[in-house]
Structure formats: structure tokens, C-alpha cells
T-cell receptor, first 110, second 114 residues
Framework: DAKTTQPTSMDCAEGRAANLPCNHSTISGNEYVYWYRQIHSQGPQYIIHGLKNNETNEMASLIITEDRKSSTLILPHATLRDTAVYYCIVPHNAGNMLTFGGGTRLMVKP | GAVVSQHPSWVICKSGTSVKIECRSLDFQATTMFWYRQFPKQSLMLMATSNEGSKATYEQGVEKDKFLINHASLTLSTLTVTSAHPEDSSFYIC??????????FGSGTQLSVL
């Protein structure tokens, strides 16, 4: 898997947008960027994934830079329930297993 | 999204006994499932890849005779922790890939070995 770098932790005020960055400078042309999150004592939850274009779904938006070396996950209106560890993953093959790094621990505060 | 069911959610067992954890894909068929282990305040570590109808592939350092994996059908994989010891206490999580190639995870099993 391409190596990813994320900040260890971030804070966000409730109701504000949470912007979580990820660097993946060694990404290859066909490799997707996946985002998952893990709430304490639960299995990881799929959020979103993308290849080149920006993506949006009911949970979040994914902004991928033009050179694809970095991306940002955006939670438009963070709630207390969004407090979790967020993982940015670039698997070698789209259907391959996922290797988890340290992720970013997002704390949403009232 | 697709649903992966994992059972039990938590289990407490005595040292030396065996524990079986089940992972089911409820609304899709999964030829491949993955088993992860997670220690407190650490990230998920891949243990093995479970392949339907064939032997599992284990990551380096994971004892195949201790962590028995069976993937007998397209919707069920089991992980058996044999002769469990306190150091095997951990959070075990399974995952399966659906037809859209996205990976979905079970809710995890917290194993405590006394």
C-alpha cells in the first residue's frame, strides 16, 4: 500500500466543518484513496473513496489534489458523534486488503 | 451499505480453552474475508486473509496453528483462537469485500482471556 501521513489528532467545534488532511505522495495512477473511521470499540466504518475527482456522499466530501499526492476529508457540520479515529488508506489494489496506519483522532467539542 | 455481522461481540474465557468467532456477510457473497486484531490505543493489524474453499493466508508472525481460520461458504468465515492465553486478549475484527470492491467491517469481538 502507498504510505499515508496524517496528523495524530485534531479538534473541531461542534457544528463547524472538520477538515482532515492526508498526504500520499507515493500514490500510483490507478490507486484509490479510501477513508474509514473507527468509533471507540467498534469496527471501522466506510466513509468515502475516490480516484481523481472530488467525491461527495451523505457522510462527507473528499477533495483530492490535482497531482493526487494529498487529499482532504471534509465533514461539513461535525457533531459529537463524529468523534472517532479517521483512517486514510491507499491500497495497492482496489480489491486488496487494507493496511491501517495510525489515523487522525478527531475530537468534536461542544 | 453492505452488512457484515460478527459474533460474539465479547467473550471471556479461561486460559487454555478455545474460542470461535464468526463473521458473516449478510447481503452479499464474499470470496475473501480478512481478520484483524487491535490492541488498546493501537491501529488494526491484519492477521490473515480468508479465502473461500482454500487455506487462509497468514501475515508474518501470526501462528496459523493457533489462529485457525475456516471459510467454508461464501458468506461465513470463522476464526478459532486455540489454547487461548491472556496475551491473546484483544479486539478481533473481520471484514469482507462486496461486489463494488468496498471493504466492510464487522462490529468486532472483544476477547478477554483470564
Amino acid at each position: 500500500d502507498a504510505k499515508t501521513t496524517q496528523p495524530t489528532s485534531m479538534d473541531c467545534a461542534e457544528g463547524r466543518a472538520a477538515n482532515l488532511p492526508c498526504n500520499h505522495s507515493t500514490i500510483s495512477g490507478n490507486e484509490y484513496v479510501y477513508w474509514y473511521r473507527q468509533i471507540h470499540s467498534q469496527g471501522p466504518q466506510y466513509i468515502i473513496h475516490g480516484l481523481k475527482n472530488n467525491e461527495t456522499n451523505e457522510m462527507a466530501s473528499l477533495i483530492i489534489t490535482e497531482d493526487r499526492k494529498s487529499s482532504t476529508l471534509i465533514l461539513p457540520h461535525a457533531t459529537l458523534r463524529d468523534t472517532a479515529v479517521y483512517y486514510c488508506i491507499v491500497p495497492h489494489n482496489a480489491g486488496n486488503m487494507l493496511t491501517f496506519g495510525g489515523g487522525t483522532r478527531l475530537m468534536v467539542k461542544p | 451499505g453492505a452488512v457484515v455481522s460478527q459474533h460474539p461481540s465479547w467473550v471471556i474465557c479461561k486460559s487454555g480453552t478455545s474460542v470461535k468467532i464468526e463473521c458473516r456477510s449478510l447481503d452479499f457473497q464474499a470470496t475473501t474475508m480478512f481478520w484483524y486484531r487491535q490492541f488498546p490505543k493501537q491501529s488494526l493489524m491484519l492477521m490473515a486473509t480468508s479465502n473461500e474453499g482454500s487455506k487462509a493466508t497468514y501475515e508474518q508472525g501470526v501462528e496459523k496453528d493457533k489462529f485457525l481460520i475456516n471459510h467454508a461458504s461464501l458468506t461465513l468465515s470463522t476464526l478459532t483462537v486455540t489454547s487461548a492465553h491472556p496475551e491473546d486478549s484483544s479486539f478481533y475484527i473481520c471484514s469482507a469485500r462486496d461486489q463494488t470492491e468496498k471493504l466492510f467491517f464487522g462490529s468486532g469481538t472483544q476477547l478477554s482471556v483470564l
